[in-house]
């Protein structure tokens, strides 16, 4: 483990690696990595270069006892990183390969071919090497692509544990509403044993169905309250005389520092800003953390306990709670407005340098 942290580091720190053309990503890196993870670079039962996997560009799968199991694509200077994934997958379904990872060298994206209706839903784990920090880097390499764990299972079974967490996550999300729906429509169905119970409770008798249903109807006017056209009304996510600014489009910009309160920090990333915001913030109000659960927009959640929650989420040092940071830069920066605005900071006092 530690050879392949310290060559990890090597990546990250070395700016010689970013300049390497297709052909030395390949030769220099994956199969560097792949020789770190115990497959034999020099023995093509192990790793067969240059596959042939009808349309995708396989450039090496990973084999025990004649049989794929791996493939891995590289591909430097992705213009449609989308495209290449869904040729890629395609290819490695046909084939009955479980597993497909494609990388430039530094952005890795590890797919299930066979489950899943899209690509969201097929990509299990994705990282950039030079913005996550290399011991992580180095388990999710074992986790999936050492060869032990291949050839024995394990990296297919952790695989399919976290896309199935993640669906059983989307469902439970997607269905509660609905699940509330139907039970607001008909509050009859369980309001009705609730009061009998607790009618019973408070003075030993337990009333018949039709006096409860009575009453219900003359005393409480439930349907006109929840009609299907009012919904319970969401928590908001801060109160709103902290709400904060929108930011300016950042889009297309890159991030050299930030400033918070007058202490400039230098990042090399827009996700860095959002960590290292979030490091220095939250310590100073440990017990009022499950408020950040409470943040998120229309179609996405921005903080969770839950490590699988995000395509891409990191976990906050010294919390238990992890971010998204598959954000865009005008993401990043109103979601730090609104961590300021939570826990009662000022806008003004962060400000942003981009280059």
């Given at each position: 483990?530690?050879?392949?942290?310290?060559?990890?580091?090597?990546?990250?720190?070395?700016?010689?690696y970013?300049?390497?053309?297709?052909?030395?990503?390949?030769q220099?890196?994956?199969?560097?990595?792949?020789?770190?993870?115990?497959?034999?670079?020099?023995?093509?039962?192990?790793?067969?270069?240059?596959?042939?996997?009808?349309?995708?560009?396989?450039?090496?799968?990973?084999?025990?006892?004649?049989?794929?199991?791996?493939?891995?694509?590289?591909?430097?200077?992705?213009?449609?990183?989308?495209?290449?994934?869904?040729?890629?997958?395609?290819?490695?379904?046909?084939?009955?390969?479980?597993?497909?990872?494609?990388?430039?060298?530094?952005a890795?994206?590890?797919?299930?071919s066979?489950?899943?209706?899209?690509?969201?839903?097929?990509?299990?784990?994705?990282?950039?090497?030079?913005d996550?920090?290399?011991?992580?880097?180095?388990?999710?390499?074992?986790d999936?692509?050492s060869?032990?764990?291949?050839?024995?299972?394990?990296?297919?079974?952790?695989?399919?544990d976290?896309?199935?967490?993640?669906?059983?996550?989307?469902?439970?999300?997607?269905?509660?509403?609905?699940?509330?729906?139907?039970?607001?429509?008909?509050?009859?169905?369980?309001?009705?044993?609730?009061?009998?119970?607790?009618?019973?409770?408070?003075?030993?008798?337990?009333?018949?169905?039709?006096?409860?249903?009575?009453?219900?109807?003359?005393?409480?006017?439930?349907?006109?309250?929840?009609?299907?056209?009012?919904?319970?009304?969401?928590?908001?996510?801060?109160?709103?005389?902290?709400?904060?600014?929108q930011?300016?489009?950042?889009?297309?910009?890159?991030?050299?520092?930030?400033s918070?309160?007058?202490?400039?920090?230098?990042?090399?990333?827009?996700?860095?800003?959002?960590?290292?915001?979030?490091?220095?913030?939250?310590p100073?109000?440990?017990?009022?953390?499950?408020?950040?659960?409470?943040?998120?927009?229309e179609?996405?959640?921005?903080?969770?306990?839950?490590?699988?929650?995000?395509?891409?989420?990191?976990?906050?040092?010294?919390?238990?709670?992890?971010?998204?940071?598959?954000?865009?830069?005008?993401?990043?920066?109103?979601l730090?407005?609104?961590?300021?605005?939570?826990?009662?900071?000022?806008?003004?006092?962060?400000?942003?340098?981009?280059?």
């Amino acid at each position: 483990m530690q050879n392949l942290v310290d060559f990890i580091k090597e990546i990250q720190t070395n700016d010689r690696y970013a300049s390497f053309d297709e052909a030395a990503v390949k030769q220099g890196i994956v199969l560097k990595l792949l020789s770190l993870l115990d497959w034999d670079p020099f023995n093509p039962d192990e790793i067969h270069p240059e596959h042939d996997a009808g349309e995708a560009n396989v450039a090496f799968a990973l084999r025990h006892k004649n049989a794929d199991k791996v493939f891995v694509a590289v591909h430097k200077g992705l213009k449609n990183p989308q495209k290449t994934q869904e040729q890629l997958v395609k290819s490695a379904a046909q084939a009955g390969v479980k597993l497909a990872v494609l990388t430039d060298g530094a952005a890795w994206w590890f797919l299930l071919s066979l489950l899943g209706e899209d690509l969201e839903e097929k990509t299990f784990c994705t990282f950039d090497m030079k913005d996550q920090p290399a011991k992580e880097v180095g388990q999710h390499f074992l986790d999936f692509l050492s060869k032990q764990n291949v050839i024995s299972g394990k990296a297919v079974k952790a695989a399919e544990d976290i896309y199935l967490t993640k669906q059983k996550d989307f469902l439970i999300k997607e269905h509660l509403p609905k699940a509330w729906q139907k039970l607001m429509s008909e509050p009859e169905k369980w309001l009705g044993d609730m009061l009998a119970e607790m009618t019973k409770e408070l003075c030993g008798y337990l009333p018949d169905k039709e006096t409860v249903e009575e009453f219900i109807a003359s005393e409480v006017d439930i349907r006109a309250e929840i009609s299907g056209t009012q919904k319970p009304k969401p928590v908001p996510s801060a109160p709103p005389s902290k709400k904060a600014p929108q930011a300016d489009d950042y889009t297309g910009r890159s991030i050299a520092s930030f400033s918070l309160k007058g202490k400039k920090y230098d990042v090399k990333s827009w996700k860095a800003m959002l960590l290292k915001l979030c490091e220095i913030i939250l310590p100073k109000h440990k017990e009022e953390l499950d408020i950040l659960l409470t943040l998120s927009a229309e179609d996405k959640e921005y903080f969770s306990k839950n490590p699988y929650e995000f395509l891409s989420g990191e976990q906050i040092q010294g919390t238990d709670i992890y971010v998204n940071v598959g954000l865009s830069a005008t993401e990043v920066v109103n979601l730090s407005q609104e961590i300021l605005a939570l826990f009662g900071l000022k806008s003004g006092d962060l400000s942003i340098e981009t280059k």
